[in-house]
């Protein structure tokens, strides 16, 4: 059996999340007696001064006897995270676009409405 037909006998089932400079992978691959497992890969990607890029990948293999205890933290952690933070995504791509519409108000000799100036010798 040559490698090409090993990897295709191992990857079943396969999705992609492209989500900005990440990209994850979602693989159902199968174990040498037959048995699935789930990869699930994150690819990142970084781009050099030169314009040249490299990725990064990062890998976990889940197996069956795991998924249960894997969803019930998973579901937890993300549940979590949305009770503690809410939905909305902040993010440093975000907090630079809320400081060049800040910097971009306050050289039109507008207020941002984000922060009130306060001289400590009016108080």
Request: no cysteine.
């Given at each position: ?5 090993i ?7 396969s999705k992609?999340?492209r989500?900005?400079?990440?990209t ?8 040498k007696?037959g048995?699935?497992y789930l990869?699930i890969?994150e ?18 293999y889940?197996?069956?006897e795991?998924?249960?205890?894997f969803?019930?933290i998973?579901?937890e952690?993300m549940?979590?995270?949305i ?8 993010s440093?791509?975000h907090?630079k676009?809320f400081k060049?519409?800040?910097d971009?108000?306050e050289?039109?000799?507008e207020s941002s409405?984000?922060?009130t ?7």
């Open positions: 059996m040559s490698e090409k037909d990897m295709d006998q191992e990857e079943i089932y992609v999340l989500a900005g400079r990440r994850y992978f979602f693989d159902v691959r199968s174990t007696a048995d699935y990869t890969t690819s990142k990607k970084f781009t050099h001064d030169d314009g040249s890029f490299h990725y990064k990948k990062h890998k976990i889940l197996y069956k795991d998924f249960e205890a969803r019930e998973m579901e952690m549940d979590y995270i009770d503690e933070k809410g939905s909305e995504v902040i440093e791509r907090q676009n060049k519409e800040d971009e108000a050289q039109n000799g409405g984000n922060f100036d306060v001289d400590f010798d009016d108080i």
